[in-house]
């Protein structure tokens, strides 16, 4: 029996403009599966023994990562929140205390939430010789058997071996060049480094303590103070705000002896950029990776992804075009890594297609921004069966709702009403209001807005079932 932490931060920048820093690639779904990358990661694990799940996210995503768990019955994990990320080292750390305070002796399994691992029964025999490695308090990292010179990965030299279970950890090795991936590839004593681990928690704090008091300290002090708010368990953020910021890696790692590594064999893929997502997705004849409404007609090896619109191809090949309902990416293949310089440029610039997609999702459903003037804004809202939005108000605009679907209860001032199929309502600025959905089916209404503001922080709540302020 072990304790699965599920790492569920950070934005992948090289997908945009799929992933975006408010629904960034662990919550979508990338791949032939069904499910989305994180989903994946938590349905991994049904074949082991293991204890609830404990996940730690950016406070922006919980009600994402809560609802994603739910589709797939997951009820008993546990969200640890940051409100600022810290890198895996604290993230782990703030994992360590919490399963220390649930069970005696816990074993972590640290996971990324969005790695692709297409071989289960692979992975859960490495997860098998890892967990008689970690309870010998050793730290165990996973190296990927690598199939080619990548120059995108960090490396994991082995030393000796430790029974059939794994090799003593010789060195950690930077991303390195293609003449030395190759050289790495030739002795067979290099793995591929996965960033994911498993150790006792209190063999991890140990050694965090020994090498990184600061870190140590901090998260200790940010967990002393926890708050249940819903699903998800607030800490002190004061504490974790003063924490370093580092890898698990450069904090513990690189200078713990203790250190093991498990070869895993698996059809891994961490799925870091287009070229990888076009490696693990199925192709068709012309070797294309096809998604949505698309014509290609002699094209050959390229990624194509539309949501919203026909894209049609003639005479290319080895590109990547990605089509969402605001951005049009379209890239040789060679070159899909930079793809993060134009997300970077984008936040530069404050361009809202950096951090979040036209349509936005919250926890009561979801709404899709599709057209926009000078002084109005069109929204498509969806409302969940028994949801119901806060009760607000806003100082800069006014707003005209007319449904299309389903029945909307809504209060306007001290009226309450209900609004049936091609009926309407009218808030005027200022005029506090609320909307919920009372009926079994989704609620889906036009919501026009008018006025010299229409940003989404012109909000005033004054009652809200999520806990937002």
């Known amino acids: 029996m072990f304790q699965p932490v599920i790492i569920a931060g950070g934005v992948g920048t090289r997908l945009w403009p799929l992933s975006r820093e408010k629904y960034p690639k662990q919550f979508l779904t990338l791949t032939d599966s069904k499910h989305t990358l994180f989903q994946d990661t938590v349905l991994r694990l049904q074949g082991l023994p293991h204890s609830s799940p404990l996940v730690i996210c950016n406070e922006e995503h919980r009600f994402i990562t809560a609802e994603q768990l739910r589709q797939i019955d997951c009820s008993n ?13 604290p993230a ?10 649930m069970q005696d002796a816990p074993v972590l399994l640290v996971l990324a939430a969005d790695h692709v691992i297409a071989n289960g029964e692979a992975f859960e025999q490495a997860v098998e010789k890892a967990l008689v490695l970690a309870k010998n308090d050793h730290l165990v990292t996973f190296g990927i058997v690598p199939t080619h010179p990548h120059t995108g990965y960090g490396y994991i030299k082995s030393g000796q071996a430790q029974s059939s279970y794994g090799y003593r950890v010789d060195s950690f090795v930077e991303k390195p060049t293609l003449e030395l991936a190759q050289q790495y590839l030739s002795t067979g004593q290099y793995y591929w480094n996965s960033g994911m681990f498993m150790f006792k928690a209190s063999r991890y704090l140990e050694e965090l303590k020994l090498y990184q008091q600061d870190i140590y300290t901090a998260c200790k002090a940010a ?8 699903d998800f368990i607030r ?6 705000h003063t924490c370093p910021s580092d890898s698990i890696d450069y904090a513990v790692m690189e200078h713990t ?31 294309n990776v096809v998604k949505g409404d698309v014509k290609a007609l002699d094209t050959q090896n390229t990624l194509i992804l539309s949501e919203d619109k026909l894209v049609a ?9 990605i089509n969402t309902k605001d951005a049009l990416l379209v890239a040789h293949k060679d070159h899909t890594q930079k793809v993060k310089e134009i997300a970077h440029q984008l936040q530069t610039e404050n361009r809202p297609e950096a951090s979040i997609h036209r349509e936005v999702y919250r926890p009561w459903g979801k709404y899709d921004a599709f057209d926009r003037g000078e002084r109005f804004l069109v929204k498509r809202i969806t409302v969940k069966p ?9 100082h800069h605009r006014s707003e005209h709702w007319v449904v299309v679907a389903g029945t909307a209860k809504v209060l306007i001032g001290e009226k309450e009403q209900y609004i049936a199929e091609n009926e309407s309502v009218y808030i005027p600025i200022a005029e506090v209001h609320a909307l919920e959905n009372p009926g079994k089916v989704d609620l889906e209404l036009i919501e026009v807005q008018s006025g010299a503001y229409l940003d989404e922080d012109d909000i005033v709540r004054f009652d809200d079932q999520y806990g937002r302020s």
């Open 77 to 89: 994990a546990q969200i640890l929140l940051e409100r600022e990320g810290r890198n895996t080292a």
């Open 92 to 101: 782990i750390a703030l994992a360590a205390f919490k399963a220390l305070e």
């Open 223 to 230: 967990m002393s103070e926890q708050k249940p708010d819903l």
């Open 235 to 240: 800490i002190n953020q004061e504490a974790f």
């Open 257 to 287: 002896k203790h250190a093991m590594v498990v070869p895993l064999d698996a059809s891994w893929n961490d799925v870091g950029e287009f070229a990888a997502l076009w490696d693990v997705s199925q192709r068709d004849e012309q070797g």
């Open 313 to 321: 191809t003639l005479g290319v090949q080895d590109l990547v075009i």
């Open 386 to 394: 028994g949801a119901k939005l806060s009760k607000q108000m806003h």
